[in-house]
């Protein structure tokens, strides 16, 4: 039971940070490798970004849980088992990323699905 | 190209991060009852703990390179290629946490990777498409 809401907790704070990070990342647009000394300008706009610090504070509440959940659970059971963060996060993307999801990708999204059940399997 | 090398090397740091954080979580003494309580003795535990540190520095460095190809790609499209971590993540559990891992477990693997890809086809697809209808018609355009 407690695994079980620890993976909820896992999933779902790591889909919407997921969310957050992408938009934050689109508004500061592509980063050339090319020119070392942007980089840290670059870094200093990422640091600075809402969005990117919103889907980090996320992220980290999603990486506790993982930590905890670790503690009493096999790293092969819960790394898959948590891997229906990619369906989460496609639903993320289509609502509030507004990103087309077609029929490929929900087939591809089942496929994910399944495979997570049968890594919950004993 | 410079997206596939940073994924990959995203993948092996996400992965060596999460078997360094499995060893060191699980090594911890008192870590018996964390299902119960949480307590001081416990936070202290992990914080003074090498591998812990150098788990979470790994999967620092994940997050740093999956950023940055987020910046050149979409999610739809670096979230799916970064799912041939789960693969890497199951062996490195065989090999190094000596971890058993059944064979529906292995077969689960497999199926996740199969959709993922589909996904990251569809995203590919779509991106295929968006840019088909934005080319600017040829020759009789208006001015």
């Not at chain 1, 779902?12 to 934050?24: C, E, H, M, P, Q």
């Not at chain 2, 001081?40 to 740093?64: H, K, Q």
């Amino acid at each position: 039971m407690m695994t079980m809401l620890m993976i909820g907790i896992i999933v779902l704070s790591n889909a919407a940070g997921d969310v957050f990070i992408t938009k934050g990342m689109k508004q500061i647009g592509e980063i050339p490798l090319t020119k070392p000394r942007r980089l840290w300008l670059t870094a200093g706009k990422v640091a600075t970004n809402r969005n990117f610090l919103l889907g980090l504070c996320l992220l980290a509440v999603s990486f506790a849980a993982f930590l905890a959940v670790l503690s009493w659970e096999d790293m092969s059971f819960i790394v898959p088992a948590t891997s229906v963060v990619y369906v989460v996060t496609i639903l993320g993307a289509r609502f509030i990323l507004k990103e087309h999801i077609d029929g490929l990708r929900w087939l591809g999204t089942c496929l994910v699905c399944a495979g997570v059940a049968l890594m919950c399997l004993p | 190209m410079k997206t596939a090398i940073t994924i990959a090397l995203a993948v092996l740091a996400q992965a060596a991060g999460n078997t360094l954080l499995s060893k060191g979580m699980k090594g911890i003494a008192s870590l018996g009852k964390l299902q119960e309580s949480i307590s001081p003795m416990l936070i202290l535990d992990v914080l003074g703990n090498p591998l812990i540190w150098i788990g979470t520095l790994c999967l620092g460095l994940f997050f740093a390179l999956f950023s940055l190809s987020l910046s050149w790609e979409d999610l739809s499209l670096v979230l799916p290629a970064t799912s041939i971590g789960y693969v890497v993540n199951v062996a490195f559990a065989h090999y190094f946490l000596q971890e058993p891992v059944s064979l529906s477990r292995w077969a689960g693997t497999g199926l996740i990777v199969a959709g993922v890809i589909l996904v990251s086809r569809s995203a590919a697809q779509a991106k295929q498409r968006e840019s088909e209808e934005t080319l600017p018609r040829s020759g009789l355009g208006m001015s």
